[in-house]
């Protein structure tokens, strides 16, 4: 008991020097904070890619991908160059992936079939190749659910638009 009573009358006869020391810190902790603090903006910044497709589909899905991934990246039809010259843009990197959409993707994604789209990255085992690869492969999942579930195309195309 007598420890506590003791600690209390150092308080006591210290408390000015209490109060400066806790206003000095606080006055420092807020202009630190202000001088060097960290935004909501400033935390996460999402990657945009340069990606280049060719869509021999030309279907709801298809459209809807490509749609999807223009919200974030810079998105490029080459359906009208040839394959070299495609090749050497993303070898250059003025590309960084290539997606190819094969006739009937959209009704082999829904019978449940081995996708046939193809992705070429400009630099295979980088990150940009697993998030794009990763970004298409989640919309085309959370499409065909809501397919399966009963909505119609437009409207499951919609419904991932507003999930993914």
């Given amino acids: 008991m007598n420890l506590f009573k003791n600690f209390f009358r150092l308080l006591n006869k210290n408390k000015n020097f209490i109060i400066i020391y806790t206003v000095i810190f606080s006055v420092l902790v807020v202009a630190m904070g202000s001088m060097f603090g960290v935004t909501s903006d400033s935390i996460f910044k999402e990657d945009t890619y340069t990606i280049c497709y060719v869509d021999e589909d030309n279907s709801e899905l298809t459209k809807s991908i490509i749609a999807y991934l223009s919200e974030v990246n810079t998105v490029e039809d080459v359906s009208d160059r040839d394959e070299t010259s495609v090749q050497n843009l993303l070898f250059f990197r003025t590309y960084m ?58 409207e499951a195309a919609t419904k991932t638009n507003e999930l993914v």
């Fill in 97 to 154: 992936h290539e997606l190819k959409f094969a006739e009937g993707f959209e009704n082999k994604v829904l019978a449940g079939d081995e996708q046939s789209i193809d992705y070429i990255a400009g630099l295979p085992s980088g990150i940009q190749a697993y998030v794009i690869k990763n970004q298409v492969d989640t919309y085309i999942s959370t499409y065909k659910l809501y397919v399966d579930m009963g909505y119609s195309k437009e």
